[in-house]
């Protein structure tokens, strides 16, 4: 939940003054004044975001594999090639990557995602080609070895345990991912299964690296202060030699499971939890609206003290100890966004998932204030535009969204099609997506002893 100031004039206020910040800094922070987009010859995309106000520059590679690319027998695959990556090179030895860019006084790290893998490192601008040089070295030239391979996984297994099997929240997300959507898309966890990790070979990790890594498949996006021309003479240089070729990729046939589902488990909690996990519909142009909307709609629920949730179920009739909700606004496959509850003490699970859904039913009625909208659509203003201080995030932004094939020009547009939305647009995407037969409710209770 957001933590922000019960007070009603100062939201009237705040409102006031991001509608002046949207006004006088749109022209700084509009994508299209600042970048450049080409591709080379052999298909490598090139996003070049200038930011010129300190001397820090980011380097991004992107890569379009993740988890739901995979299928059953190589789940975690792509996370497990990540770790792989720091493993050395025709060039750089193990772990060298690393320590160049720390002793460059910079920072590096990567991530997977279930659309995308991506690689960065954040230095100062002097220091920018060293990293084109080293990442462009590491598309081509890994070396992946056996022994490697066979530390990594247990590293990978030990991740698992501790983020997913030790964490009752993660687990009982991944069931809900599992039975909405089978070993397809989004129901393939990132980490992997433990069985599918026990029996993956170096084969299949170098027909990954060969099949995806490929420069027809990647995104490099440099955002900060940066020379466009050396820049670019440097993207040349060392990526134009690389000539890997990508096989075409067909994702497998999606499916969701839209009727009532219970789960019911034990498990190492202190208070009880519920989750209400909802049908996210793959995000599309013609249904972006839709997708802002729901954004509002959850974050007029659960978004911060003021929020429904907030009021009437856990101060007025204090039924939960705390409300939150997992969304995500772009998904490139079918997703779920996920209600949740920590119940208090004497509330019975039913009670909480019908007060929740109650709520819902008295905004379908009675419909959204003034105030509310003000309050909503400027809590979601704030974060874009403070957000936006980051260079990382600026390029974790970019990255998202070219990989998930919606392209970065969606940011220009994003605060003006916030403000389109209406009050019934809210109400409709309530009625259509908040549906009392269409959804997987999931209690996880203490052990009994």
């Known amino acids: 939940m957001y933590k922000i100031i019960k007070n009603n004039n100062f939201f009237k206020f705040i409102f006031i003054f991001i509608a002046c910040i949207h006004f006088n800094a749109d022209a700084s922070i509009k994508f299209s004044d600042r970048i450049e987009e080409y591709y080379l010859d052999n298909g490598l995309k090139v996003i070049l975001l200038e930011d010129k106000r300190g001397p820090a520059v980011v380097s991004s590679t992107w890569y379009k594999v993740g988890s739901s690319y995979e299928h059953e027998g190589i789940t975690g695959i792509s996370h497990l090639l990540e770790h792989m990556m720091f493993k050395g090179t025709k060039n750089y030895k193990a772990g060298e990557f690393s320590k160049i860019i720390k002793g460059l006084g910079g920072s590096e790290n990567a991530f997977t995602g279930r659309d995308f893998t991506g690689y960065y490192q954040k230095v100062h601008k002097d220091h920018l080609e060293k990293c084109i040089k080293m990442e462009s070295d590491r598309m081509v030239n890994l070396l992946l070895n056996k022994e490697e391979l066979t530390t990594e996984l247990e590293v990978v297994k030990e991740e698992r345990r501790l983020r997913t099997e030790d964490n009752p929240i993660a687990l009982a997300f991944e069931q809900i991912l599992l039975q909405s959507f089978g070993y397809y898309g989004y129901g393939i966890p990132i980490v992997g299964t433990n069985n599918d990790l026990n029996n993956i070979t170096i084969d299949d990790v170098q027909s990954w690296y060969d099949r995806y890594y490929t420069p027809k498949n990647a995104i490099l996006i440099i955002a900060g202060n940066f020379d466009r021309e050396k820049t670019k003479y440097w993207v040349e240089k060392y990526y134009s030699k690389i000539h890997k070729l990508s096989d075409s990729y067909t994702s497998n046939k999606i499916r969701h499971k839209t009727t009532y589902n219970n789960i019911h488990k034990f498990s190492r909690v202190s208070e009880t939890i519920i989750l209400m996990s909802f049908l996210n519909p ?168």
């Open 282 to 449: 793959k995000y599309t142009k013609n249904n972006k609206m839709d997708h802002y909307a729901l954004g509002l709609l959850l974050e007029l629920m659960d978004g911060g003290y003021s929020s429904r949730f907030t009021k009437n179920i856990v101060d007025e009739k204090k039924l939960a100890l705390e409300t939150f909700i997992s969304y995500e606004s772009y998904p490139k496959e079918n997703n779920i966004f996920t209600i949740g509850g920590t119940l208090r003490q004497g509330t019975e699970p039913k009670v909480l998932q019908d007060a929740i859904l109650n709520e819902f039913n008295k905004l379908i009625k009675n419909g959204i204030t003034d105030e509310e909208m003000i309050q909503i659509k400027s809590r979601l203003v704030a974060e874009n535009i403070y957000k936006f201080d980051s260079l990382f995030y600026q390029a974790m932004n970019v990255g998202t969204l070219e990989t998930k094939n919606i392209g970065w020009k969606t940011i220009d547009e994003y605060l003006d099609d916030i403000d389109k939305i209406t009050k019934e647009d809210i109400i409709e995407v309530a009625r259509k997506y908040i549906t009392s037969n269409k959804f997987i409710f999931t209690i996880i209770e203490p052990e009994k002893i």
